[in-house]
């Protein structure tokens, strides 16, 4: 049991340190976001080459691993997420990614013909308001575009996240959707080069896109899917709550971001109306 948790805990603070070396990157070093976004990809595409391989045993690629639609899904979140950081704090950002992707589910579940009882209407409507309470207009609103293209990225998210349900190995097919958006990666680099004449020579900027990408996206989804099934489904629900808690707190320990009033009520709001449908769904 303490072994589950300490991995659950090492799983969710790798995935809030995306946030946290995205930002880095894009506000202390010299490289662009979609070099990033290049850097991060291929780099977790290698580390999860190599897990799947050490777990099977052998170099050889598993066929059928992953999707065209899969990677379409995760070029669009990674490619907005690091744009949207260009104005957007690490905790900050966090929250709006992670409210869009439960949005999304959500509307996704709805449309589907699912109806929610009236304890998870409840906390869809609570979290929802709290949602728009933290991007409308104001003197302390975040960023309008970065905000946009947060919102975007949490939808790709979203559909990533319903594309891969079912999976038999999610592992195995998430290295697949990395592995297969190599077109889109080179694609993206050769246009940068071309067009902007841009190449990653910031040593420090390519450090951080590592980071991302090996260690917070590659080892942190391979420690997540080997913790997943020792844990029940609420709980695997509720505790993803704290990534954008652990992302607040890097960006305030690493990057000296303040935190607002609204920024806090906001992100209250949205987690107790998120757990509150999460519960009472499971439950239903």
Same mark, same amino acid.
């Not at 070029?75 to 709006?96: K, P, Q, T």
């Given at each position: 049991?303490?072994?589950?948790?300490?991995?659950?805990? #090492?799983?969710?603070?790798?995935?809030?340190?995306?946030?946290?070396?995205? !930002?880095?990157?894009?506000?202390?070093?010299?490289?662009?976001?979609?070099?990033?976004?290049?850097? !991060?990809?291929?780099?977790?595409?290698?580390?999860?080459?190599?897990?799947?391989?050490?777990?099977?045993?052998? #170099?050889?690629?598993?066929?059928?691993?992953?999707?065209?639609?899969?990677?379409?899904?995760?070029?669009?979140?990674?490619?907005?997420?690091?744009?949207?950081?260009?104005? #957007?704090?690490? @905790?900050? %950002?966090? &929250?709006?990614?992670?409210?869009?992707?439960?949005?999304?589910? =959500?509307?996704?579940?709805?449309?589907? @013909?699912?109806?929610?009882?009236?304890?998870?209407?409840?906390?869809? &409507?609570?979290?929802? @308001?709290?949602?728009?309470?933290?991007?409308?207009?104001?003197?302390?609103?975040?960023?309008?575009?970065?905000?946009?293209?947060?919102?975007?990225?949490?939808?790709?998210?979203?559909?990533?996240?319903?594309?891969?349900?079912?999976?038999?190995?999610?592992?195995?097919?998430?290295?697949?959707?990395?592995?297969?958006?190599?077109? #889109?990666?080179?694609?993206?680099?050769?246009?940068?080069?071309?067009?902007?004449?841009?190449?990653?020579?910031?040593?420090?900027?390519?450090?951080?896109?590592?980071?991302?990408?090996?260690?917070?996206?590659?080892?942190?989804?391979?420690?997540?899917?080997?913790v997943l099934p020792?844990?029940? !489904?609420?709980?695997?629900?509720?505790?993803?709550?704290?990534?954008?808690?652990?992302?607040?707190? %890097? %960006? =305030?320990?690493?990057? @000296?971001?303040?935190?607002?009033?609204?920024f806090v009520v906001?992100?209250?709001?949205?987690?107790?109306?998120?757990?509150?449908?999460?519960?009472?769904?499971?439950?239903?």
């Amino acid at each position: 049991m303490i072994k589950t948790l300490a991995l659950t805990a #090492l799983a969710m603070i790798a995935f809030a340190a995306n946030s946290v070396f995205t !930002r880095i990157a894009l506000v202390e070093t010299d490289i662009d976001p979609v070099m990033f976004t290049c850097i !991060r990809l291929l780099t977790g595409a290698l580390m999860l080459l190599a897990i799947v391989a050490f777990h099977q045993k052998s #170099l050889a690629y598993p066929k059928g691993s992953g999707s065209f639609h899969g990677s379409f899904a995760l070029f669009g979140y990674a490619i907005f997420f690091s744009f949207a950081y260009l104005s #957007l704090g690490a @905790g900050l %950002g966090a &929250l709006i990614l992670f409210a869009s992707v439960q949005i999304t589910m =959500i509307v996704w579940a709805i449309y589907k @013909g699912e109806r929610p009882g009236p304890i998870e209407v409840f906390g869809i &409507l609570l979290a929802f @308001g709290a949602f728009i309470y933290l991007v409308s207009p104001g003197l302390v609103a975040p960023d309008p575009l970065g905000t946009a293209l947060m919102i975007l990225s949490g939808i790709s998210w979203g559909v990533y996240s319903l594309l891969g349900r079912g999976s038999k190995n999610p592992l195995q097919d998430t290295m697949g959707n990395f592995v297969r958006s190599a077109p #889109l990666i080179i694609g993206a680099a050769i246009g940068l080069v071309l067009v902007a004449d841009m190449w990653p020579i910031d040593p420090k900027g390519i450090l951080f896109a590592t980071l991302s990408g090996a260690l917070a996206s590659g080892i942190g989804y391979a420690i997540w899917y080997a913790v997943l099934p020792k844990l029940a !489904r609420t709980s695997a629900g509720v505790v993803q709550l704290t990534v954008p808690a652990i992302a607040t707190a %890097g %960006g =305030i320990l690493f990057l @000296g971001e303040q935190l607002s009033l609204r920024f806090v009520v906001a992100s209250v709001l949205i987690l107790a109306g998120v757990a509150i449908a999460t519960i009472f769904k499971r439950a239903r």
